[in-house]
């Protein structure tokens, strides 16, 4: 969810999604899940400073109650927040 600024700003690029490539059962075995490893605390924690940095940079509009929402909402989708959502 937070990368949808990042999709707005680069929507003029004229990108588009490549099809997966085909890969052997050997080939597909050997690929890493990335999805599902573990990140490390402090690599979460870079992140989530660099993206409150980064909105607190190019978002000055934004009130520190919504710099704050933003940073949740990053932290939920990295996967940062502890049993109570903090």
């Known amino acids: 969810d937070f990368e949808k600024d990042f999709l707005e700003l680069v929507a003029d690029f004229g990108l ?3 099809a997966p490539l085909e890969l052997s059962e ?10 599902s490893l573990a990140i490390a ?6 992140a989530y400073y660099s993206r ?4 607190l940079r190019n978002r000055p ?3 520190k109650a ?5 940073a949740l ?9 502890d049993a ?3």
Do not use: T
Request: aromatic fraction near 4%; hydrophobic fraction near 45%.
């Open 41 to 46: 605390r402090d690599v979460k924690a870079e």
């Open 26 to 35: 050997e080939d597909q075995a050997a690929v890493p899940d990335f999805p």
């Open 66 to 70: 919504a710099v704050a929402r933003e």
């Open 73 to 81: 909402r990053f932290a939920a989708s990295a996967g940062a927040l």
């Open 84 to 86: 109570p959502g903090r």
């Open 52 to 55: 409150i940095n980064h909105v």
């Open 16 to 18: 588009s999604e490549a």
């Open 61 to 63: 509009e934004l009130s």
